[in-house]
């Protein structure tokens, strides 16, 4: 299973097929009794997100329909996102 995290749609690639050189392993978080995991501050602090923010959550689903990508999207860049895909529609 791939994770992607990332501030902005498709800014790093990451809406396609990243070149898998160009992924780096962070560090390794396990998921807490309550099924949540903890982005690392570093993490959070590269791509700007604050506490209370809102993250959406977007999976992708392989040729045999099992989950196997997670991207994590700040919401407010995931409207802006939606926003300008919308307006080249017209």
């Known amino acids: 299973m791939r994770v992607i995290m ?3 749609p498709g800014s790093c ?3 396609t097929n ?3 050189s160009a992924l780096t392993l962070f560090s390794i978080t396990k998921i807490d009794e309550r099924g949540q995991i903890v982005i690392p501050k570093d993490v ?3 791509l700007g997100w604050n506490k209370g923010e809102k993250i ?3 999976t992708r689903k392989n040729t045999e329909g099992k989950l196997c990508c997670v991207m994590l999207v700040h919401v407010d860049s995931l ?3 939606i926003k300008g895909f919308v ?3 017209r």
């Open 6 to 8: 990332s501030s902005q």
């Open 13 to 15: 690639g990451c809406s």
């Open 18 to 20: 990243p070149d898998d």
């Open 44 to 46: 959070r602090d590269g």
């Open 56 to 58: 959406a959550i977007i």
């Open 79 to 81: 409207a802006d996102y």
């Open 87 to 89: 307006s080249t529609l």
